[in-house]
T-cell receptor
């Protein structure tokens, strides 16, 4: 069975600090996709990134970067020079490379990030 | 208007009421979803519609009744709810049901059952 663990329930940082959100996943499939979503106080989940299991190259998008390591089954998310607007709940999710119900997203419980001015 | 729109944003209803949640997507997607988000619980998938047919019902009580009249609209009809049904209900859409299709979510409806 598939599982996503976000061990950090809440993180609080001061603006301009760097912060890393951890995500550990479990699956026996060799082909899968990993996602990060952001849920600001307004409620909607905003898609941030998708990674397939064959692409371990780290990705950087502005202040956001993702570190995918298959050896440790981790897909960590780092925000550099955090800002108050980064305050949100962040979800890591996993899905298999199938259609139908096997392709359903499996979410972690989320990490609530608070960035204080 | 773009993206996924949900109405109402907030809803308070008694246990004997009947109400409906509405979701509309303007992304040209052909799959739509209802998720329930309760405090301190992972997001729970409730229903999936693909090409307007319900393809998944994750053991949701019958007091929740979905309807998908076309690929752009999704409803969740509510009746005789319980206080434990209070939650944020999120609608999402995607291009197809394949695992690699990102979901696009609406703002959700915050439901309180009194």
């Amino acid at each position: 069975a598939q599982k996503v663990t976000q061990a950090q329930t809440e993180i609080s940082v001061v603006e301009k600090e760097d912060v890393t959100l951890d995500c550990v996943y479990e699956t026996r499939d060799t082909t899968y996709y990993l996602f990060w979503y952001k849920q600001p106080p307004s409620g909607e989940l905003v898609f941030l990134i998708r990674r397939n299991s064959f692409d371990e190259q780290n990705e950087i998008s502005g202040r956001y970067s993702w570190n995918f390591q298959k050896s440790t089954s981790s897909f960590n998310f780092t925000i550099t020079a955090s800002q108050v607007v980064d305050s949100a709940v962040y979800f890591c999710a996993l899905t298999l490379n199938y259609g139908g119900s096997q392709g359903n997203l499996i979410f972690g419980k989320g990490t609530k990030l608070s960035v204080k001015p | 208007e773009t993206g996924v729109t949900q109405t109402p944003r907030h809803l308070v209803m008694g246990m004997t009421n009947k109400k409906s949640l509405k979701c509309e997507q303007h992304l040209g997607h052909n799959a739509m979803y209802w998720y329930k988000q309760s405090a301190k619980k992972p997001l729970e998938l409730m229903f999936v519609y693909s090409l307007e047919e319900r393809v998944e019902n994750n053991s949701v009580p019958s007091r929740f009744s979905p309807e998908c009249p076309n690929s752009s609209h999704l409803f969740l009809h509510l009746h005789t709810l319980q206080p434990e049904d209070s939650a944020l209900y999120l609608c999402a859409s995607s291009h197809g049901r394949h695992g690699n299709s990102p979901l696009h979510f609406g703002n959700g409806t915050r439901l309180t059952v009194t």
